[in-house]
């Protein structure tokens, strides 16, 4: 787990507070990604950035803003958030060689997550 | 987009027995099944991965096998153990265009001691 960190790993909030969710990567990778997981469902993608670029936006509500300074850092920012946005957010990263190489991505790897709840 | 669909969704084995996790996908395009492990408090951990050129991997105590044909693959536990338990979750991808992982609902697998 020391190769992709996510803090805060518990956070409270309520639907009018404005928090950060922030995760960081010591593999070297250039590709990260957001993702929700709730409860008896499948991951759901939220975000991906590659080479800090935003490639993938899943019609995620504007109440989550993604923001990838570089390629070791991503931040999730949360406001107005509803109960139904509680769940488990997890950050993966893996090595992006398509936009460069124009072979696939490789193996995701996850932090171990933070879990949210709305009040 | 891709579909993944898991079955059990919960699992319970003696332990020393086997555990299979069985997953479906539905485009064929898909060349990239990985399984990740998740324990409770962590985020998943990859366990093994296979691609479509290749119709069985192993590792120790676990393997994969994949049938393109059928758009099947499944997961092989043998011998388990109680550490064996956490939940399961069985993916694909289509790795030559697409960031996106698809992943199935997870297994839930206990291990009685």
């Known amino acids: 787990e020391t190769g992709v960190t996510q803090t805060p790993r518990h956070l409270v909030m309520g639907m009018t507070n404005k928090k950060s969710l922030k995760c960081e990567q010591h593999?070297?990778?250039?590709?990260m990604y957001w993702y929700k997981q709730s409860a008896k469902k499948p991951l759901e993608l939220m975000f991906v950035?590659?080479?800090?670029?935003?490639?993938e936006n899943n019609s995620v509500p504007s109440r989550f803003s993604p923001e990838c300074p570089n390629s070791s850092h991503l931040f999730l920012h949360l406001h107005t958030l509803q109960p139904e946005d509680s769940a488990l957010y997890l950050c993966?990263?893996?090595?992006?060689?398509?936009?460069?190489?124009?072979?696939?991505?490789?193996?995701?790897?996850f932090g171990p997550g933070t879990r949210l709840t709305v009040l | 987009g891709e579909n993944v669909e898991q079955h059990p969704s919960t699992l319970s084995v003696q332990e020393g027995d086997s555990a299979v996790i069985k997953c479906t996908y539905s485009?064929?395009?898909?060349?990239?099944f990985p399984w990740y492990k998740q324990e409770l408090g962590k985020g998943p951990q990859l366990i093994i991965d296979?691609?479509?050129?290749?119709g069985e991997k192993k590792d120790q105590r676990i393997a994969v096998t994949l049938n393109k044909t059928a758009k099947h693959f499944s997961l092989h536990i043998t011998e388990t153990q109680p550490e064996d338990s956490a939940v399961y979750f069985c993916?694909?991808?289509?790795?030559?265009?697409?960031?996106?992982?698809?992943f199935g609902a997870g297994t839930t697998v206990t291990v009685r001691a």
């Open positions: 296979i691609r479509s050129n290749v």
């Open positions: 993916a694909a991808s289509i790795r030559s265009n697409d960031y996106k992982l698809s």
């Open positions: 593999l070297g990778h250039n590709a």
């Open positions: 950035y590659s080479l800090e670029e935003r490639v």
């Open positions: 993966a990263s893996s090595s992006d060689t398509w936009r460069e190489f124009s072979v696939g991505t490789d193996t995701q790897y």
């Open positions: 485009d064929s395009a898909s060349n990239y």
